[in-house]
């Protein structure tokens, strides 16, 4: 609270801010322009489009590192810090690592948002680096009418046991740790078509750590994994179709979602990033007649700190079984 008065962060975004991010075509474009590197220490570069990138040190362990900040989607500046938090800390856990050190990126207008609100959204993210154990050592700060925030994170793992999008292996089952329907919930939140109810269920799942699910997938031996973020469930099983040639039967009546979503899709809370997301994947994605448009919807929607998508021959707990890996060539095949 500020002065007595909520100040409304989401409306400080100015229109479409939220869903001006680069498509993955023009992101692939953008990159294709950088200088070509040679340098075996890379065990996972941005070829593959992994969550982040491992670098190898002497002595036999590996560097993880990554980026993430993005414009307010919840007014309350302590949990925006602790969903962006969240997030960023998550593409750490989706290439099997620990975070070890964090660097904050605070975009903002001190005329537009005083002190007050930034140390509450600092203090959101202080407290769920503290609960990953990591350690804040710094950061940049620069000044914006629109407000940003997020982190860059540096991590640790094992080189012989680093999951990436090139290890999916035909038979693998897919295991999701999260539900699905952030970007359909917050959407829903802008607009006040969602209920306190619904808020407080996607936010409590967007701060929600996936440490704990990484962990489970070391004791299963998981190879393959990646974090469900802004291109979408079937946007980032996409990527591991391509990195590794395979196909995917992903069953629609099985993804796990909150509990609003059928009805925020019907009250057209849906985005234009999640039409992105489908243009991105549609040489490779199918559907199979039959299966209801907000179940599509659901496949296509833009995550915020969502959870790992596990490539695994075990079950894994507390997971969803949502598909499977079905074959070579690069390919997905959603059933109802």
């Given at each position: ?101 964090v660097m904050n990126i605070a ?7 005083p002190p007050a609100v930034w ?207 079905t074959g070579t060539g690069a ?6």
């Amino acid at each position: 609270m500020i002065e007595g008065k909520m100040l409304r962060l989401t409306h400080l975004v100015a229109k479409g801010g939220c869903a001006s991010k680069l498509a993955q075509a023009q992101l692939k474009e953008v990159l294709s322009a950088l200088p070509v590197q040679k340098d075996p220490n890379v065990l996972v570069g941005f070829e593959t489009s992994d969550d982040a990138g491992v670098y190898l040190l002497p002595g036999g362990v590996a560097l993880v590192q990554t980026m993430d900040f993005f414009t307010p989607i919840v007014d309350d500046p302590y949990r925006y810090g602790a969903i962006a938090a969240t997030n960023a800390l998550s593409d750490v856990y989706a290439m099997g690592g620990e975070p070890i050190t964090v660097m904050n990126i605070a975009l903002f207008d001190p005329e537009v948002a005083p002190p007050a609100v930034w140390a509450e959204v600092f203090r959101g993210m202080g407290e769920k680096v503290s609960e990953a154990g990591a350690t804040t050592v710094g950061g940049h700060s620069v000044v914006d009418k629109e407000p940003k925030f997020g982190l860059s994170v540096t991590g640790l793992v094992d080189p012989e046991r680093v999951f990436s999008n090139r290890n999916a292996e035909v038979g693998d089952q897919i295991w999701l740790t999260k539900p699905l329907g952030t970007g359909i919930v917050t959407t829903g939140m802008k607009f006040d078509d969602a209920t306190e109810e619904d808020a407080a269920e996607a936010i409590r799942w967007m701060t929600t750590l996936n440490k704990g699910a990484k962990d489970s997938a070391l004791l299963a031996g998981v190879r393959c994994a990646t974090d469900v973020t802004g291109f979408s469930l079937v946007g980032h099983l996409g990527n591991i179709c391509r990195a590794s040639d395979v196909s995917i039967r992903l069953v629609a009546s099985a993804l796990p979602h909150f509990s609003s979503v059928e009805r925020l899709v019907e009250a057209k809370c849906t985005t234009g990033a999640a039409v992105r997301n489908r243009e991105a994947v549609s040489d490779l994605l199918s559907y199979e007649e039959g299966v209801p448009e907000w179940l599509i919807q659901l496949t296509i929607d833009p995550q915020t700190s969502g959870g790992l998508a596990l490539f695994s021959r075990q079950e894994i707990p507390g997971a969803t079984w949502i598909g499977e890996v079905t074959g070579t060539g690069a390919g997905i095949r959603v059933s109802q």
